[in-house]
């Protein structure tokens, strides 16, 4: 085992300065603010479509990605399952069911749980039906060819991705286009956001994945996250300067 | 993960699964027998209908709603238009129309949570109780007096509220709170407008002359409406006569955006027309109620303070709240409370439906070239009132573009543009030489073959393998002269994969060199399991069973490559393996498209090379010819939608030139 | 190549054919393509599943008690079973607490690797940059690595700055953030050109992907 | 588990044990995810749900590999190769078509995107990338214009510095709200 380095503790200073920020802007910002931050464009854009879904009356298709437990490619991405929960609060009393495609065995099985979570809540159990939500495919591109299919059945509203993505997870975008759906990718994957930017379709950029908030769900968390974002932004830069500046008068070795 | 619902109850008479606390089905309304059976009720009045299959739909639940005692109308039509619904869905079966299910599942869940029981929900406990020792008639009846009494206290209440505002609103010099308000938010323009314009304010003490009963007459007869009684409490006026030439121009702003917005709002006779898909009820809502004849469970739902006591006159302001509301439908972001309301929409219907006479004169007096020219609305109302007027404007628009309209125009240039780049590759393959040019390696590539040729024949090399065999084309050239090259330095290294593909993938490469390929479990959790290893005390850990020669992957390692198709691989591998042992020198075998997120890395030293794809490192295993020429029909086809996107905004501007 | 081949080389064929189909905008045949892929790495991945993890990790050494704690086997095949519960009934508590915990592992596992593997390197290789030893060659100035240690530093900043987040447009005041929208834009050029060359990465992968197939169709056609 | 992480040398030993436990754990789940896709695919045949050809598909698909793995054993050569000869044409295609796909998203990015200083950075770095790839360009006898373009292919560096960044605080801003419970506002 390698002792602690100096890295090692860079990064417990950054985890730790994280931190502090995050209970700053919490201890601060308790209330709801009169001027919230500009919600992320992709993620208006889900809120959109989960009223064009239930305007509508047809089914909203969304992809989780395939990066969670770590059997694919990412580890730990979680927020998908965040913007599925923001989804389903909404969509359980939808004329069709929000229908749920995962790329990871833990992550179909703890999607089920959030599922089933918001039909319970909205005291409607009855209506959860298993087969809406289920593992489309093992790998990023089984994933892909298992919702591709689903994509080109009719009677869908819209399309949201949110999880983490691959470039070639393009070809959905496209699919959509073609069978004249909208879509919304959400991925902290920078080559997914490239390919997606490419497609045209709406795609969150860089760490905007990361701050989900639809319409008014979740914004709170969301101004917060924001806040801490953007202070963490401005420490960053300051301490990267004089960093460099010291750096280049010979004062850090 | 479960493929069978939740503990369901399957109702014996239509054989409908339903959740295990639900009373009764939710498709024919049977009573369900078991924990929650209720003595003195006669399941055989309901019936079930078809029992097809489908889905229970919102509209059922819908349904239920109008069938709830909370927000039913004694009037008769209110009934028959329930009727009607149920009537004209075949599917839907007959439901219970004094106990709807929902109403069953609401006290349900004040059972399990007394705690947080209020009221209403401990009545509806004692109720249930009560329901299984008399009956259903006398607990309905029961239940009816709760909801009088409840009615009747809410409306004790809001009478008395309505009085303190009304004596509120009135300062020590007899200026309404209203007034206060508009003074504290535009000070300057009044004293403006007491300079401009003479004729209103000759008579000292404009404000205090000026009482809102007198507004309110003068507003009216301006608009050639028929005068309400003055005693009326709710008619508490939020408006001020426009005065100021200022309040004028801002108005009209107002107007012309308005008018942008709504550019087929004016029929032939002038009058506004607004045509939207909001249905009519939902606006009819927007003009409001007077504020007595509220129905009690309105109430309920509403925040005392935030509509003190609405007049007529301020039927915009309404108007702009209620917008809160399609804002919420349409997609916006909302500004007010509105949520319950609009999630609630069933009571809304009802509210309005209940008060056409009041309605009426005010949907009359909300046509808004009539009032807005008299009205100088809040600073957030009017910011409300833009929102509105937009939102209204986007009716019948997509709430969310599609990509682009697929004509069949599209399709087609679709279509050409595939077969022209297959022609091309089939062509160049077809037609002449391979080519043989190698491109010049990249700083990172020359890095990786560096990096590679100062392996050692003592040293231990693994290479890790995570691609497809989509992106095969692109890895495997290079993985096999990586593997032709240890080869030659008598080096064997040991090979393994977490990608369960990969066990058949990678046969092609391994076949021939005969080397072995290993599993390791649990994708990148494996790899982290096995950088952190450290032989526990106690015996062995369960993944020493999975990797039986050598469970300690990193053992002596000093080079690893990794052949991966996914920058996310590689960056978590960085991420959660490298930083446990960082003596070991990574480098990676990537595709073109994975590269550049990979550079940094490269840059800050985490990876020692790196190589992408078959145009690195001169490995062409594929036609070159073939490859130069796809490259170059993509440039043409990105300066084709260069142009393009130029030759329609040129055509743009000549055309609003034209204009 | 014997029958066995010829067909499975056939049913490759046939499969991918079906795919080029989407092209021409069918769904029915590309989406049979496309089950059978999902099938197929599904079979597999459950056998690979039981054989190399399950069994060595789970079963086997149930059958060898004296190489480590009874404890520790059954602390596994407990680990095992809880998931299992999900079959059962999906909204098992049961099998929610084996999640949970997989969840906190990941997610324990995500800010140690991102903090450590991702920021602290990629930071100090941009204050790294700025070593004086790397500024001069030979006594002189280094101008190319002056200009890119400068560059990196201020490119890397305003694509920070880019996703700054800002307060709702009607409330802000018009005069404050102009330095942020200059910044905001050179951070967008770089984001575009990091962009600009995933697309060319992307198209690459695909026409290598595409010219094996076209050579693989035109090998088929010549082996006849 | 972050404890045990940063103070890693005392806690080794469990840390590896509880990272094993979360392997099986998540095999575990992805087995019952599987299985779970089978049952509905195999309902749906049985329900003759509107598009059961493609359960029919996947179902036969799933038994046959497996049967034929179970039958013939995992490491078998040949059922490796019949899969091989199977998926990687299909595999191979799906990727391909990504290529046709990106053509027509090259027309359209523009008209649909308009002119920003992020599409007009992106396409200039697009058109300047492809030509590189093309290899017309040679500056072997030419260093100045060698380190040029060795500088034009650096320069995705910064933007891709500045996201992974961007988004590595993302991640852990959000990994520790996760832990904190924080994520998502109760609502």
């Known amino acids: ?253 | 993960m479960s493929d069978q619902g939740d503990d369901l109850r399957t109702c014996p008479n239509c054989g409908q699964e339903n959740a295990s606390f639900t009373l009764r089905c939710i498709r024919c309304g049977q009573e369900l027998e078991g924990l929650f059976e209720l003595e003195g009720f006669d399941p055989a009045a309901t019936s079930g209908e078809d029992q097809a299959d489908e889905t229970f739909t919102s509209a059922e639940v819908l349904a239920s709603l109008e069938d709830n005692p909370l927000i039913a109308d004694d009037d008769p039509d209110e009934g028959e238009s329930s009727d009607k619904v149920e009537e004209s869905d075949g599917q839907q079966c007959e439901t219970d129309q004094d106990e709807p299910d929902w109403l069953e599942r609401i006290r349900q869940r004040a059972r399990e949570e007394e705690d947080a029981a209020g009221e209403l929900a401990k009545g509806g406990i004692a109720m249930d109780d009560q329901r299984t020792k008399e009956g259903r008639k006398q607990v309905d009846e029961a239940f009816d007096e709760i909801m009088r009494r409840i009615r009747e206290q809410n409306e004790r209440e809001k009478a008395r509220r309505s009085r303190r505002v009304e004596s509120d609103l009135v300062d020590e010099n007899g200026d309404p709170e209203w007034l206060r308000r508009i003074r504290e938010l535009h000070p300057k323009q009044e004293d403006k407008d007491e300079s401009i314009e003479p004729d209103l304010s000759k008579t000292d003490g404009f404000d205090d002359e000026w009482t809102e009963q007198e507004l309110q007459e003068l507003l009216q007869r301006e608009m050639g409406m028929p005068e309400v009684p003055a005693e009326e409490p709710e008619e508490e006026v939020t408006t001020e006569l426009s005065t100021s030439s200022a309040t004028n121009n801002e108005l009209e702003e107002e107007q012309e955006i308005s008018e942008e917005r709504f550019p087929y709002q004016d029929d032939e006779a002038g009058n506004p027309v607004i045509i939207h898909n909001i249905p009519e009820d939902e606006e009819e809502l927007f003009y409001a109620e007077p504020e007595g004849e509220q129905p009690s469970d309105q109430i309920e739902n509403e925040e005392p303070t935030e509509f003190p006591a609405q007049a007529e006159d301020e039927l915009i302001a309404e108007e702009v709240s209620g917008s809160e509301e399609i804002q919420g439908t349409l997609g916006a972001e909302g500004i007010g409370s509105e949520e319950e309301e609009h999630e609630n929409p069933q009571v809304a219907e009802n509210e309005t439906e209940e008060e056409p006479e009041q309605i009426a004169p005010a949907e009359k007096s909300v046509s808004t070239e009539e009032v807005l020219p008299d009205l100088l609305l809040l600073k957030n109302q009017r910011e409300r009132a833009k929102v509105f007027a937009e939102i209204i404007g986007q009716e019948g628009r997509r709430t969310i573009a599609v990509l682009h309209e697929n004509t069949p125009k599209g399709k087609l240039g679709r279509l050409v543009l595939g077969l022209l780049l297959v022609l091309a590759v089939l062509l160049a393959i077809l037609l002449g030489p391979p080519g043989s040019a190698e491109l010049p390696s990249s700083v990172p590539a020359a890095a990786f073959t560096t990096n590679l040729e100062s392996v050692e024949a003592d040293e231990s090399v693994l290479i890790v393998l995570d691609y497809q065999a989509a992106t095969r084309n692109d890895l495997e050239p290079l993985f096999k002269k990586v593997l032709d090259f240890l080869k030659e330095k008598g080096i064997q290294p040991r090979i393994v994969t977490a990608n369960p593909e990969n066990l058949w993938l990678a046969g092609d490469v391994l076949d021939a060199s005969l080397l072995p390929l290993e599993y390791v479990p649990g994708g990148m959790l494996g790899y982290l399991a096995l950088g952190v290893r450290v032989a526990p005390s106690w015996g062995e850990l369960p993944m020493d069973q999975a990797l039986p020669d050598e469970p300690d992957l990193f053992s002596g390692v000093d080079q690893v490559i990794l052949v991966s198709d996914s920058a996310e691989f590689v960056r978590s591998w960085l991420e959660q393996v490298s930083t446990w042992r960082p003596w070991i020198e990574t480098s990676a075998i990537t595709t073109a498209v994975s590269a550049p997120m990979l550079l940094p890395y490269h840059d800050s030293g985490q990876l020692q090379g790196l190589v992408a794809g078959v145009t690195d490192a001169g490995a062409f295993s594929i036609n070159q010819r073939a490859f130069q020429v796809g490259m170059l029909l993509m440039i043409v086809i990105l300066l084709l939608g260069m142009i393009m996107k130029a030759d329609e905004d040129a055509q743009k501007r000549a055309e609003e030139r034209k204009r | 190549m014997n029958n066995l081949d010829l067909l499975l080389l056939l049913a490759g064929l046939v499969l991918s054919l079906m795919v080029f189909s989407y092209l021409l905008g069918d769904t029915l045949l590309f989406g049979i393509a496309m089950y059978t892929l999902v099938g197929a790495t599904a079979g597999f991945t459950v056998l690979v599943l039981v054989q190399k993890v399950i069994m060595p990790m789970v079963i086997t050494p149930l059958t060898t008690f004296p190489k480590s704690s009874v404890w520790l086997e059954l602390a596994t095949l407990l680990a095992a079973l809880l998931p299992i519960f999900m079959i059962f009934k999906k909204s098992s508590r049961v099998a929610g607490i084996s999640l949970g915990f997989l969840g906190g592992v990941v997610t324990a596992a995500l800010i140690v690797g991102v903090s450590r593997g991702t920021l602290v390197p990629q930071l100090l290789s941009i204050v790294d940059a700025f070593d004086p030893s790397r500024m001069t060659t030979a006594g002189l100035p280094n101008w190319s690595g002056i200009f890119e240690a400068f560059m990196m530093l201020a490119g890397v900043l305003a694509v920070l700055f880019a996703f700054h987040h800002r307060k709702t447009k009607q409330k802000q005041d018009s005069l404050a953030p102009s330095w942020l929208d200059g910044l905001t834009g050179f951070g967008q050029i770089f984001i575009g050109i990091t962009f600009g060359a995933i697309f060319v990465g992307l198209f690459s992968t695909g026409l290598v992907a595409l010219i094996a197939y076209v050579q693989y169709l035109v090998d088929f056609v010549r082996l006849w | 588990m972050l404890a045990a992480f940063f103070f890693q040398p005392y806690t080794a030993p469990y840390l590896g044990l509880v990272l094993n436990w979360a392997i099986i754990v998540s095999s575990v789940a992805l087995l019952v995810a599987i299985a779970s896709l089978v049952v509905i695919h195999i309902r749906f045949i049985v329900k003759g749900r509107k598009g059961f050809l493609y359960s029919i598909v996947l179902v036969v698909a799933f038994l046959v590999t497996l049967g034929l793995g179970w039958y013939s054993g995992l490491d078998d050569p040949a059922y490796l190769a019949g899969i091989r000869a199977i998926l990687v044409p299909l595999e191979n295609a799906l990727m391909a078509l990504v290529a046709l796909v990106l053509m027509s998203a090259a027309v359209k990015i523009f008209r649909v995107r308009g002119w920003s200083i992020l599409t007009v950075s992106f396409g200039l770095s697009a058109l300047v990338f492809l030509f590189l790839n093309l290899g017309f360009l040679r500056f072997e006898g030419n260093p100045g214009m060698s380190q040029v373009v060795s500088m034009i292919q650096r320069l995705p560096i910064v933007g891709a510095r500045g996201l992974l960044i961007g988004v590595a605080l993302g991640a852990l801003l959000m990994a520790l709200r996760v832990l904190f419970g924080q994520e998502v506002e109760r609502e």
């Open chain 1, 1 to 253: 085992m390698p002792p602690i380095s100096l890295p090692d503790l860079i990064a417990a200073g950054i985890v730790g300065l994280v931190v502090i920020i995050m209970v700053l802007v919490w201890l601060t910002n308790r209330k709801t603010s009169a001027e919230p931050y500009e919600n992320v464009t992709a993620y208006d854009g889900i809120e959109a479509l989960m009223h064009r879904s239930s305007e509508e009356g047809k089914a909203l298709l969304l992809g989780m990605g395939d990066g969670f437990s770590g059997q694919n490619t990412s580890l730990g991405d979680s927020n998908g399952i965040l913007v599925e929960r923001i989804v389903l609060g909404r969509s359980v009393f939808n004329d069709q069911p929000t229908r749920i495609f995962s790329g990871d065995g833990a992550l179909a099985c703890i999607s089920q749980l959030v599922v089933h979570g918001a039909y319970k809540n909205a005291m409607a159990s009855e209506l959860f039906q298993p087969e809406n939500n289920q593992l489309s495919g093992v790998n990023s591109f089984a994933w892909m060819a298992g919702l591709l299919p689903e994509l080109a059945r009719d009677g869908d509203t819209g399309l949201i991705l949110s999880g983490t993505l691959r470039p070639e997870h393009m070809l959905a975008a496209d699919l959509a286009e073609r069978q004249q759906l909208p879509l919304v990718a959400a991925t902290g994957s920078p080559n997914a956001q490239a390919a997606f930017f490419a497609s045209g379709s709406l795609v969150t950029l860089g760490e905007d994945y990361y701050l989900p908030t639809v319409g008014k769900h979740n914004r709170n968390a969301y101004q917060h996250q924001a806040k801490t974002m953007n202070w963490l932004r401005i420490v960053l830069a300051v301490v990267l300067i004089i960093a460099a500046l010291l750096k280049l008068s010979g004062v850090l070795s």
